[in-house]
């Protein structure tokens, strides 16, 4: 990236900065991905870019809002909008140095309720990661490392994932994902943030950290299968795979957009590390296949890139694809991930009486907005800050385990 740029990102970062300390209101949320502790985690971040405690010290404004709306009654469980992001975010600090060990005796005190309901989501087939059982299951595998006890939950975690499994054949299974709910259809659905895709790496985690081994290899494996064969044959256009799958009506017409959230970049990641999980090549193959045709997908009406947040505009496809730089170190995705930075940059624009920050606004099609969702890590300015960073700092954005790709 020229000199220019660089400096033009350097400048959106301060820019992100300042806009993010004003009106921090009240009625801010503390959850991590439209809320405080996704604020905290781009100030932690940016203070250690630059050297300023300055900004550590505004994300631990944030933080320590967070605990006294803990204290006052706040226990909203899930990982999106609850407890387990709020909790994930506070154990990374703590991993990093940013904050003291001794957070760790509040965690748990919570640790044992939010295992319960990751089991309860479960039961009620709702595995969705961003509000379901898979994001509890995510705290609670970082959580593990210093609290060993938890281990007994992740056989009930198989145990959920097996009774709301759906048999294809004796070697493949697939799940129904919640599709509209306000017409309450379900359905397949291969997609990261809410779909296959995400049980793909959660299970690879899983057995990657040595924990119910057996059963998520095979679990992983009837999942894969499933995943392998909604490949569109041929390929449709511009993507490889479609958004939820060949089952849905109409799903292979429309060429999956590229994001975070759906489409192609989750699935080549999900085959990717399930890959590594089982020491599988042609997996491997497969998963880099996928992401690799996704570096020439450079058009944003074509790939349905509205904005620049992390979820499903360009911030967040160039981070994933910095990601898989550092994953593989094939240059092609360093090259993409450039290229999705400085269409970041110039989707940046200032329009009265249009809220925004940094002159960042997300686009949501059909959702009403609030003031935290502009500010926050998953779709706000803070999540396309973390974004920016990959281009000038050399920390290790290891922030991006809580989107699992890392």
Same mark, same amino acid.
């Not at 300055?54 to 899930?78: C, L, N, P, S, Y």
């Not at 493949?172 to 379900?186: C, F, H, K, P, Q």
């Given at each position: 990236m020229s000199t220019e740029n660089l400096d033009l990102i350097r400048s959106k970062l301060a820019e992100i900065a300042a806009d993010l300390t004003k009106d921090a209101e009240e009625s801010l949320a503390p959850c991590l991905f439209s809320g405080r502790m996704g604020e905290a985690l781009f100030f932690m971040?940016? +203070?250690?870019?630059?050297?300023? !405690? %300055?900004? $550590?010290?505004? *994300?631990?404004?944030? /933080?320590?809002?967070?605990?006294?709306?803990?204290?006052?009654?706040?226990?909203?469980?899930?990982?999106c909008r609850g407890l387990a992001g709020i909790f994930w975010s506070a154990e990374h600090f703590m991993e990093l140095g940013l904050i003291d060990d001794d957070?760790?005796?509040?965690?748990?005190?919570?640790?044992?309720?939010?295992?319960?309901?990751?089991?309860?989501?479960?039961?009620?087939?709702?595995?969705?990661f961003l509000h379901g059982g898979l994001g509890l299951a995510l705290y609670l595998l970082k959580r593990r490392r210093t609290n060993p006890d938890l281990d007994k939950y992740f056989?009930?975690?198989?145990?959920?994932?097996?009774?709301? +499994?759906?048999?294809?054949?004796? !070697? %493949?299974? $697939?799940?129904? *994902?919640?599709?509209? /709910?306000?017409?309450?259809?379900?359905?397949?659905?291969?997609?990261?943030?809410h779909g296959m895709s995400s049980i793909a790496i959660m299970l690879s985690k899983l057995i990657r950290a040595g924990v119910t081994v057996d059963r998520s290899t095979r679990l992983l494996t009837q999942t894969v299968n499933y995943i392998l064969q909604q490949e569109l044959q041929p390929p449709l256009g511009i993507a490889r795979f479609p958004s939820l799958s060949l089952e849905k009506p109409n799903s292979p017409s429309s060429p999956s957009r590229m994001a975070w959230c759906y489409g192609d970049l989750g699935v080549g990641?999900?085959?990717?590390?399930?890959?590594?999980?089982?020491?599988?090549?042609?997996?491997?193959?497969?998963?880099?296949?996928?992401?690799?045709?996704?570096c020439s997908r450079r058009d944003l009406n074509e790939n349905l890139i509205n904005d620049a947040g992390i979820c499903h505009g360009s911030a967040g496809v160039a981070h994933f694809f910095h990601r898989l730089f550092l994953k593989t170190g094939q240059p092609e995705f360093q090259e993409a991930?450039?290229?999705?930075?400085?269409?970041?940059l110039s989707q940046a624009s200032y329009t009265p009486d249009i809220p925004g920050f940094a002159g960042y606004t997300p686009y949501a099609a059909n959702e009403k907005l609030g003031i935290s969702d502009y500010r926050g890590l998953l779709i706000g300015a803070a999540g396309i800050g973390?974004?920016?960073?990959?281009?000038?700092?050399?920390?290790?954005?290891?922030w991006d385990e809580c989107l699992l790709l890392s």
């Open positions: 971040y940016y +203070s250690m870019y630059t050297k300023n !405690d %300055t900004w $550590r010290r505004v *994300a631990m404004e944030r /933080i320590d809002k967070v605990w006294d709306m803990i204290d006052q009654g706040f226990g909203f469980h899930t990982y957070a760790r005796e509040s965690l748990e005190e919570f640790d044992r309720y939010l295992a319960e309901k990751m089991l309860e989501e479960l039961a009620l087939k709702k595995f969705d056989d009930g975690l198989i145990d959920g994932l097996e009774r709301c +499994s759906i048999r294809v054949d004796d !070697d %493949t299974v $697939r799940w129904n *994902a919640l599709l509209d /709910i306000r017409m309450g259809e379900s359905g397949p659905n291969i997609g990261l943030a990641l999900a085959l990717y590390e399930a890959s590594l999980a089982v020491n599988n090549d042609i997996w491997r193959n497969k998963g880099l296949e996928v992401l690799t045709h996704s991930a450039t290229y999705w930075q400085q269409q970041a973390l974004s920016l960073l990959d281009a000038v700092s050399d920390i290790p954005p290891d």
